[in-house]
């Protein structure tokens, strides 16, 4: 089964500045996608940036990136210019592509980003 | 385009009672998914449907809870009886097709069982 760990229950930055949050996961599987979701307090889940595990290549959505080592199992999202409407709860997703079988998505517990204006 | 629509919003029953939760997903999503999000956690998967066929429901819990989405597109998933344990927030997902990159998500249903 694949697991996914975020660390850091809580991250407060300042406004305009940069943030990395961290996220580890575990799968025996080498086709899967990796995603950030954001949810405010309206529990509305968005999804912020996805990552296909073939691709080498970082993504990147505007002030979104991530920073994705394949061999580490490492998936941290950085966000630059920090804003007020980024705070929110913050996932880290795994979903299997085997394209077979079920594909739910398997989340981490989430980080809390406060943003200080 | 519309979202994926869920009703109720809120819901508060005693325990032991029955409670069903209502997922209209985005029109000509074939995948619909229900999560369980428990406060501090991230969400668990506890059902998909591919039309109107179940996928994967290895993680419900079958004594008390089911599901159905029947002519493949609304799905209603029902609890009886309810525990203390499942209070939390029930988040219904659609996409495209089952091997489409994003599934979109309703606003959830906020469970407290007292």
């Known amino acids: 089964a694949q697991t996914v760990t975020q660390s850091q229950p809580e991250m407060s930055v300042q406004e305009a500045e940069t943030v990395t949050l961290s996220c580890t996961y575990d799968t025996s599987e080498s086709d899967y996608y990796l995603f950030w979701y954001k949810q405010p307090p309206s529990r509305q889940m968005i999804l912020v940036i996805r990552?296909?595990?073939?691709?080498?290549q970082n993504a990147t959505e505007n002030r979104f990136s991530v920073n994705f080592q394949k061999a580490a199992k490492s998936f941290s999202l950085k966000i630059s210019d920090s804003q007020l409407g980024d705070a929110a709860m913050y996932f880290c997703?795994?979903?299997?592509?085997?394209?077979?079988?079920?594909?739910?998505?398997?989340f981490g517990k989430g980080t809390h980003l406060i943003i200080q204006p | 385009e519309a979202g994926v629509a869920q009703s109720p919003r809120y819901k508060i029953i005693e325990k032991r009672q029955s409670v069903a939760f209502w997922c209209n997903p985005i029109?000509?999503?074939?995948?619909l998914y229900w999560y369980q999000q428990i406060l501090g956690q991230g969400p668990k998967l506890l059902i998909q449907f591919q039309n109107n066929g179940v996928v994967d429901d290895s993680q419900l819990p079958k004594d008390r809870f089911s599901a159905e989405r029947l002519k493949g597109v609304d799905s209603t998933l029902k609890i009886q009886p309810a525990k203390l344990e499942d209070s939390a927030v029930y988040l219904c997902?659609?996409?495209?097709?089952?091997?489409?990159?994003?599934?979109?998500f309703g606003p959830g249903t906020r469970l407290t069982v007292l």
């Open positions: 997902a659609s996409s495209l097709e089952r091997v489409s990159t994003e599934q979109f």
């Open positions: 997703a795994y979903r299997n592509n085997s394209g077979g079988g079920a594909d739910g998505l398997t």
């Open positions: 029109s000509g999503h074939a995948t």
């Open positions: 990552q296909e595990a073939y691709k080498q």
